[in-house]
């Protein structure tokens, strides 16, 4: 639960930071504007379900959020004043960044393919492979095996001298 309050802090936040501030269109906010389209997984095109679309407009310090993609990986965001807007994709924990901008003119109703690639999960998959990787190298590491052992070797040693009252004496102190 607490990764998904995180993601959706960060996908606002990169929504706004990565946002071409431009000066507002004179008379623009008499007819708003409209996004719509499809997410898609990128190579096979394949419709996306369960994504959201951020359109951020960083000269407002606005962002609007689309409702969750259904089978045909269809989105929609309306009321849309006239700017350049950021967009951004989160899908499955993730968050992927449009890098161009999209102007929206007054009354204008824009249709896009936004392509998700899922190749950030698959790096993040590696990563963990590697890692336990790592530790499997860390334990055929004879100095670790055998630094494991000995300190097993002592733990034991003292719970069985407690158990059997044959603790180990201590120095006294004259």
């Known amino acids: 639960m607490r990764n998904v309050q995180v993601a959706r802090c960060v996908a606002a936040a990169l929504v706004v930071a ?9 008379g623009a906010a008499t007819q708003a504007a409209s996004l719509g389209g499809r997410v898609v997984t990128a190579g096979t095109e394949a419709p996306l379900a369960g994504a959201r679309v951020h359109v951020g407009d960083e000269s407002a310090s606005r962002i609007v959020t689309s409702g969750v993609t259904g089978e045909d990986g269809a989105f ?29 003119a007054p009354g204008e109703r824009r249709s896009v393919q936004l392509a998700v690639s899922q190749e950030p999960a698959a790096a993040e998959e ?16 004879p ?3 055998t630094a494991a052992v000995v300190g097993v070797a002592v733990i034991v040693g003292l719970i069985v001298g407690k158990s059997t009252g044959n603790e180990p004496a201590s120095p006294s102190i004259p």
């Open 143 to 145: 100095l670790v095996a």
């Open 76 to 104: 929609e965001v309306a009321g849309l004043p006239p700017a350049a807007y950021q967009l951004a994709v989160e899908s499955g924990g993730g968050l992927y960044v449009v890098g161009t901008p999209l102007k929206l």
């Open 126 to 141: 590696k990563d963990k492979e590697k890692k336990k990787k790592s530790l499997a190298a860390l334990w055929n590491n």
């Open 18 to 26: 990565l946002g071409v501030p431009l000066a507002p269109m004179a």
